[in-house]
Antibody, heavy 121, light 107 residues
Framework: EVQLLESGGGLVQPGGSLRLSCAAS????????MSWVRQAPGKGLEWVSS????????YYADSVKGRFTVSRDNSKNTLYLEMKSLRVGDTAVYYC??????????????WGQGTLVTVSS | DIQMTQSPSSLSASVGDRVTITCRAS??????LNWYQQKPGKAPKRLIY???SLQSGVPSRFSGSGSGTDFSLTISSLLPEDFATYYC?????????FGQGTKVEIK
């Protein structure tokens, strides 16, 4: 059974940093693209960033480019999201999502339970 | 970026009703569309992929149709557990984009 477990969320002041983790199990992690998708309170879904299984490419939404860094450790089956210069507008539940393929793939078939990031003074 | 527009934003329906939600893409996306169901406090769950293929384990009262720019999700006979918010997502090209959601509420 595919499982994705996010951690690392919490309360942080504007301008602060946070590192999210997503521990994956139940599939061959290195073969699949992985993404972060967020949802602000009471709002819809917004794609944030992706890590490609092929070629190591990383991709970002314009809203986080230059502030967030996605990475993966295939030996630990874990996806990360390093978030810096956090803004109040980054407040959201952050979900880790598995794609069904590798290589610029955004067909998400499984999501973690999410971790809440609150940016507030 | 490809814009996805869902309608309606919300609807009220009764158990047993047939419900249809539509999703329109700002350009052709072939059949590259997913539908998700999300309940309060829970992660999205994929219902439909490739515009019309039913995710394993999802009841057959859910169906999807469409291609190009116009798509729909239909629930043939609404059950109490179907009251939730539904999102479409284009998987045609990056960045992946979602519709704004359709909240299905109890009448």
């Amino acid at each position: 059974e595919v499982q994705l477990l996010e951690s690392g969320g919490g309360l942080v002041q504007p301008g602060g940093s946070l590192r999210l983790s997503c521990a994956a199990s139940g599939f061959t992690f290195s073969n699949y693209d992985m993404s972060w998708v967020r949802q602000a309170p009471g709002k819809g879904l917004e794609w944030v960033s992706s890590s490609s299984a092929i070629g190591g490419g990383t991709y970002y939404a314009d809203s986080v480019k230059g502030r967030f860094t996605v990475s993966r450790d295939n030996s630990k089956n874990t996806l990360y999201l390093e978030m810096k210069s956090l803004r109040v507008g980054d407040t959201a539940v952050y979900y880790c999502a598995k794609a069904t393929c590798g290589g610029n793939c955004y067909r998400f078939d499984c999501w973690g339970q999410g971790t809440l990031v609150t940016v507030s003074s | 970026d490809i814009q996805m527009t869902q309608s309606p934003s919300s609807l009220s329906a009764s158990v047993g009703d047939r419900v249809t939600i539509t999703c329109r893409a700002s350009q052709s996306i072939s059949s590259s569309l997913n539908w998700y169901q999300q309940k309060p406090g829970k992660a999205p769950k994929r219902l439909i992929y490739g515009a019309s293929s039913l995710q394993s384990g999802v009841p057959s009262r859910f169906s999807g149709s469409g291609s190009g720019t116009d798509f729909s999700l239909t629930i043939s006979s609404l059950l109490p557990e179907d009251f939730a918010t539904y999102y479409c997502q284009q998987t045609y090209s990056g960045p992946p984009t979602f519709g704004q959601g359709t909240k299905v509420e109890i009448k």
